[in-house]
């Protein structure tokens, strides 16, 4: 199982790093978790291309989340490449319609097949799916994802949420665990996690993780990942690491 970082980013550029975006690969399976600003060219430098790929998920419906869905869309249509599944929490089989609204010319050439989810379990692209609500500032879906039928290896994505022990304990035994890690400790936010709230979740939900990556990193957090590390440390001794656009694990 492959996981690679397309997009570690937010809504404010930084030029170092997009918007949101997260490829996990078996070996014949490809699906993408988002699709912010800046993710379709980075899924292009992949071996595999945008052609090769089975599916979306998305965590939420905020457009850093989801910008190129649609010019991922396009691309695979005038590549010739076959249609393409999209999952995501209620309401995104309305949203992707109302999107083709804006569009019309693209209702012709692209037919994905589009599926809500609700928290629970069911398969996409050869991936068993666990998909869990998370706490942010509209409705969203943190996600479990283990090759179809596998004990084997796990990967957790949260999406942006706040630190929760309830969905943290989700990633209990998994490889690794994709983690909302937006601000440092002395920004206020209500709807994502800092280091001192996630350090603080994880020692509560007292899981196994091998590694942590920290991702959906604000400007804010340039210069301070030493410090948010340390915060993180304070309440969890497991590994943590910040994740940066490009970098690829195996495992």
Request: charged share 20%; with cysteine.
């Amino acid at each position: 199982m492959k996981l690679t970082f397309l997009g570690t980013g937010t809504a404010l550029p930084t030029g170092e790093r997009n918007q949101t975006g997260l490829l996990v690969e078996t070996d014949d399976r490809r699906l993408m978790v988002d699709c912010g600003s800046g993710v379709l060219g980075a899924l292009a430098t992949t071996d595999r291309g945008y052609a090769d790929l089975d599916a979306v998920l998305l965590t939420h419906h905020h457009l850093d989340h989801l910008a190129d869905l649609l010019p991922l869309l396009k691309a695979r249509w005038l590549a010739d490449a076959p249609s393409l599944s999209i999952a995501g929490p209620e309401g995104t089989a309305e949203l992707f319609a109302d999107l083709l609204d804006v569009h019309e010319y693209l209702r012709e050439h692209v037919d994905p097949v589009v599926t809500d989810l609700e928290a629970g379990e069911t398969t996409l692209a050869g991936l068993d799916v666990h998909a869990r609500d998370v706490s942010h500032s509209m409705a969203g879906l943190g996600y479990r994802l283990s090759p179809a039928g596998s004990s084997g290896p796990a990967v957790v994505c949260s999406g942006d949420t706040v630190a929760d022990p309830a969905f943290l304990s989700l990633a209990a035994g998994a490889d690794v665990l994709v983690h909302d890690c937006s601000f440092p400790d002395d920004i206020e936010t209500d709807n994502h996690a800092t280091p001192s709230s996630l350090g603080k979740a994880l020692s509560e939900a007292d899981i196994d993780v091998e590694t942590i990556f920290l991702t959906h990193l604000y400007p804010q957090t340039d210069g301070r990942h030493q410090e948010m590390l340390a915060s993180i440390g304070e309440h969890y001794q497991g590994e943590v690491k910040f994740a940066r656009d490009g970098q690829a694990i195996t495992f």
